[in-house]
């Protein structure tokens, strides 16, 4: 069995042998025997064997051209530890992770929003007050994310709170509707922006070389920078705990590059030559375009349905074929998105002479497991007694 197998991808319908572990030592019953085998110490492929020891990797560290053999077995020792970690180990350890980032994540949450309600303020009185269009740029930029926070917040509380059923998939998706919402608005109003910054270089009737410099502006901004720039450290060690905290990660990581050039931007228009200030508002409202028309496609991407990682396909593969003794193989497994975390399908086989009840209570036990991993939200598991036929789930055309 190939872990590594590029073929694992999502869709695949190759087929995985399963060499059957030696007996759990548990009671026959389905109840007390749904650990896999890693659970007990098991390792029915042999894969602690392909790992490398600190002795092993340290004398590839010094070898001539051993960067890049050095950072393969790393990440093969990575991916084989994760195999062996028990499924239930993973989701305890997500849980754990959670309760210790619970606290820290809404301080991040709450702290962004009451920064960016302040800094909305600071920032458009700056722009409003200097007339500049870098600083008007940066300025509308501070209002989308004041809103973007307080409606991602709602959605966020929204989508707990849905009922089911009406909505039986439950309300993921609606943050990543709300992103695609709000992208589609932010792009709206700098096009806005960009097109009088053009306006203004092309019917520029001055005979001043600069515009005027307004100090209280600049310091402002600087201030907001100043901001935005702690936020960005504090959210930087908690962007993996929550989707929120990393949408205010980056939001965050943005601002620093944008208000920077802005404040920039804007002075060297008082103090160099006038045109700098309404090309800075052009060159920020491209950046921010770009930067929201990327999150609009990774949403895109994600509501569309793409693939999981090939290591998470890894990882299920090796779970569903250790789990029990009765899975004689592993006909596909598919992970995809639909939102922001997984949809899984997993089709064992078993053999034909299994009794429903167990069939029915291996498969059940299968599917619950990894339900109750992180990122994991339907898992569907489906039973069959040979591996011969088409690719289930496919529309016949």
């Not at 809404?106 to 007339?131: D, E, F, H, R, T």
């Not at 208000?259 to 931007?265: A, P, Q, T, Y």
């Not at 006909?331 to 429903?356: K, N």
Request: with cysteine; net charge negative.
């Amino acid at each position: 069995m190939n872990l590594s197998d590029p073929s694992r991808q999502s869709g695949s319908s190759t087929t995985v042998e399963v060499v059957n572990p030696p007996s759990s030592p548990f009671p026959p019953d389905v109840e007390q025997s749904i650990t896999s085998s890693s659970t007990n110490g098991v390792d029915p492929f042999n894969l602690r064997n392909g790992l490398q020891t600190e002795q092993q990797l340290s004398e590839i560290r010094h070898r001539k051209a051993g960067k890049g053999v050095l950072k393969y077995h790393k990440g093969q020792n990575e991916l084989i530890n994760s195999l062996l970690k028990p499924m239930q180990v993973h989701t305890e350890d997500a849980k754990i992770e959670e309760d210790n980032n619970r606290l820290p994540v809404k301080i991040a949450i709450y702290a962004s929003m009451a920064a960016n309600v302040g800094l909305c303020i600071l920032q458009m009185y700056a722009a409003i007050s200097s007339g500049s269009l870098s600083l008007l740029a940066t300025g509308i930029d501070s209002v989308f994310d004041m809103g973007s926070n307080f409606v991602l917040w709602w959605i966020h509380r929204k989508s707990k709170s849905l009922d089911v059923n009406k909505w039986p998939v439950g309300g993921a998706r609606l943050e990543n509707i709300g992103n695609i919402i709000y992208g589609f608005l932010m792009g709206a109003v700098n096009l806005v922006v960009m097109v009088e910054s053009v306006r203004d270089i092309i019917a520029h009737n001055s005979d001043s070389s600069t515009n005027s410099f307004h100090l209280p502006s600049i310091i402002a901004v600087a201030a907001a920078l100043c901001v935005k720039f702690l936020l960005f450290l504090y959210c930087t060690s908690l962007r993996k705990s929550s989707s929120q905290v990393y949408v205010l990660w980056e939001d965050h990581r943005n601002d620093i590059f944008l208000n920077g050039f802005g404040v920039l931007m804007s002075a060297g228009g008082s103090k160099l030559v006038w045109w700098l200030d309404p090309t800075g508002a052009l060159v920020i409202g491209i950046g921010i375009l770009l930067s929201w028309g990327r999150t609009v496609f990774r949403e895109f991407e994600l509501l569309a349905g793409k693939s999981a990682p090939r290591e998470f396909l890894n990882f299920l593969t090796y779970n569903a074929a250790t789990f029990r003794d009765d899975i004689e193989k592993v006909d596909t497994v598919r992970a995809y998105h639909s939102g922001p975390d997984y949809f899984v399908e997993i089709d064992i086989v078993m053999s034909s002479d299994t009794p429903l009840w167990k069939a029915h209570d291996v498969s059940q036990a299968l599917q619950d497991r990894i339900e109750a991993l992180p990122n994991v939200e339907r898992a569907f598991v489906h039973v069959d007694h040979e591996a011969t036929h088409a690719p289930e789930h496919r529309k016949a055309v």
